[in-house]
């Protein structure tokens, strides 16, 4: 009986001892994203939840942050200004260490508030009054809209398009994009015959539609919402103005999109649009994105700028282990230390992460580009000319390189 008790004794005292011995399950890093889920650019949402889930997925099934597993919690600002700041302050209830997004159409409305509040963001688009940015909490991982209103110009001239009408809505998102496409078309040789700024969504934009084609262009620069597009492209359909090219931005760039099937029979040969391109890089960070995306949703087919989403959550994921500290005033100072070159070129977090562990220095090159923040925290790439086909999926048109944008400034533009 003695013998029994001893036994028995030191079994609980090693169950004690491995009880006590298994690790403590971290609380959840929470990722804040504010999208706008409604209103006239609510297209935008489904790319930044995507993106954000397969950024997530990409860091959860390779060990999360120090420990840590990352989740979201999301808020509309329907891409309104007076909506932002809530949506702002409804995510920071769930204590975000970082937050992605807003897009360009609202993020002056709350670019001030993510260091007073301790919180890093990577925002999403291309608003040209950021370009020399001096925040420390926001960084942001596309192209400025300059860079494509480069492209757009410069696309525009290889095709012998010489006279040009502009139609932009009156959104800052949309103006960012006139003053540099502006200085770009004439540096190299365009012209500009009318610039028209539409309200959105009325009932009719025939008037400022007889504007445009007055001077009889060979080409349109347009960037709007999606139901002013609607209305727009179809009374251009009755005017007979659309069988000649129209170039645009990125929002009109998604296969089987709104903007596509509104623009009619000829958007296979006469609808473009400039969007950041997706190389395929040498250290394999597009192909391995498109694996995980697969893995999330099933298919290859990529919404624009969920690249960029993923990106920015890897490298703030990174940032972190580096720092060996979740607290975003510490790590903050590390986002350009695991983005930026010198340092071994990664294109996945495990590869990055092990190489962290080892001492060396890196240098993530994500799927979106090389993701090299500049002293803006604003990054570059080249871009990529879309069309569709008769079914409306993307057909590539040209890809226009970072050397061609930077001939195009170098000429004036």
Same mark, same amino acid.
């Given at each position: 009986?003695s013998?029994?008790?001893?036994t028995?004794m030191?079994?609980?005292g090693?169950?004690?001892? $491995?009880?006590s *011995?298994?690790p @403590?399950?971290?609380?959840?890093?929470v990722?804040?994203?504010?999208? +706008? &889920?409604?209103? #006239?650019k609510?297209?935008l949402?489904?790319?930044g939840t995507h993106g954000?889930?397969?950024?997530?997925?990409?860091v959860?099934h390779n060990?999360g942050?120090?420990g840590h597993?990352?989740t979201?919690a999301?808020?509309d600002?329907?891409a309104?200004s007076?909506d $932002?700041?809530? *949506?702002?302050? @409804?995510v920071?209830?769930s204590?975000?260490?970082f937050i992605?997004? +807003? &897009?360009s159409? #609202?993020?002056?409305g709350?670019?001030?508030?993510?260091?007073p509040?301790?919180?890093v963001?990577?925002?999403?688009?291309?608003?040209?009054?950021l370009d020399h940015?001096?925040?420390?909490?926001v960084f942001?991982?596309?192209?400025s809209?300059?860079g494509?209103?480069l492209a757009? *110009?410069q696309y525009a001239i290889?095709k012998?398009?010489?006279?040009?009408?502009l139609i932009?809505?009156?959104?800052?998102n949309?103006?960012g994009?006139?003053?540099p496409?502006e200085?770009a078309?004439?540096?190299?040789?365009?012209?500009?015959?009318?610039?028209?700024?539409?309200t959105?969504?009325q009932s009719?934009?025939s008037?400022?539609?007889t504007?445009a084609f007055a001077?009889?262009?060979?080409?349109?620069f347009d960037?709007?919402?999606?139901?002013?597009?609607?209305t727009l492209?179809?009374?251009g359909?009755?005017?007979?103005?659309?069988?000649i090219p129209?170039?645009?931005?990125?929002?009109?760039?998604?296969?089987?999109?709104?903007?596509?099937k509104?623009?009619?029979?000829t958007?296979?040969k006469?609808?473009?649009?400039?969007?950041?391109?997706?190389?395929?890089a040498?250290?394999g960070a597009?192909?391995h994105f498109?694996?995980?995306?697969?893995?999330?949703?099933?298919?290859?087919?990529?919404?624009?700028?969920?690249?960029?989403f993923?990106?920015?959550?890897?490298?703030?994921?990174l940032?972190m282990?580096l720092?060996?500290?979740?607290?975003?005033?510490v790590w903050v100072?590390?986002?350009?230390?695991?983005?930026?070159p010198?340092?071994?070129?990664?294109?996945?977090?495990?590869?990055c992460?092990?190489?962290i562990?080892h001492g060396?220095k890196?240098n993530y090159?994500?799927?979106g580009?090389?993701d090299?923040?500049?002293?803006?925290?604003?990054v570059?790439?080249?871009i990529?000319m879309?069309?569709?086909?008769t079914k409306?999926?993307?057909?590539?048109?040209?890809?226009?390189?970072?050397?061609?944008?930077?001939?195009?400034?170098a000429k004036?533009?």
């Amino acid at each position: 009986m003695s013998l029994a008790l001893v036994t028995a004794m030191a079994g609980v005292g090693v169950s004690a001892g $491995v009880a006590s *011995a298994a690790p @403590k399950k971290l609380p959840p890093l929470v990722v804040g994203a504010i999208l +706008p &889920f409604t209103g #006239t650019k609510s297209i935008l949402s489904a790319w930044g939840t995507h993106g954000t889930s397969v950024g997530i997925y990409e860091v959860n099934h390779n060990g999360g942050v120090l420990g840590h597993m990352l989740t979201t919690a999301y808020a509309d600002d329907s891409a309104d200004s007076v909506d $932002v700041l809530p *949506a702002f302050r @409804k995510v920071m209830l769930s204590h975000p260490t970082f937050i992605v997004g +807003p &897009f360009s159409p #609202t993020i002056e409305g709350v670019i001030n508030q993510f260091q007073p509040n301790n919180v890093v963001d990577f925002m999403v688009g291309g608003l040209a009054s950021l370009d020399h940015m001096t925040q420390k909490y926001v960084f942001r991982t596309t192209l400025s809209d300059s860079g494509e209103s480069l492209a757009m *110009a410069q696309y525009a001239i290889s095709k012998g398009l010489k006279t040009a009408s502009l139609i932009f809505d009156n959104s800052a998102n949309s103006q960012g994009f006139v003053p540099p496409l502006e200085k770009a078309f004439k540096a190299l040789g365009g012209k500009i015959l009318t610039n028209i700024t539409l309200t959105p969504d009325q009932s009719s934009y025939s008037s400022e539609l007889t504007q445009a084609f007055a001077g009889h262009p060979q080409v349109i620069f347009d960037s709007m919402d999606t139901q002013s597009a609607a209305t727009l492209f179809a009374d251009g359909q009755q005017l007979g103005d659309m069988n000649i090219p129209w170039i645009g931005d990125d929002l009109q760039s998604a296969p089987q999109g709104a903007y596509a099937k509104a623009f009619g029979p000829t958007a296979y040969k006469d609808l473009v649009a400039a969007l950041p391109s997706t190389p395929s890089a040498a250290n394999g960070a597009y192909s391995h994105f498109l694996a995980d995306y697969k893995a999330v949703y099933h298919t290859t087919s990529v919404l624009p700028t969920t690249y960029n989403f993923y990106d920015s959550i890897v490298i703030a994921s990174l940032a972190m282990t580096l720092a060996n500290s979740t607290n975003p005033s510490v790590w903050v100072n590390d986002v350009m230390k695991v983005s930026d070159p010198p340092g071994i070129a990664c294109g996945n977090y495990a590869t990055c992460v092990a190489l962290i562990k080892h001492g060396k220095k890196i240098n993530y090159n994500g799927a979106g580009g090389n993701d090299d923040f500049n002293k803006y925290h604003n990054v570059f790439s080249g871009i990529d000319m879309v069309g569709f086909n008769t079914k409306l999926d993307n057909v590539s048109r040209a890809y226009i390189t970072p050397a061609q944008l930077a001939a195009v400034v170098a000429k004036g533009g």
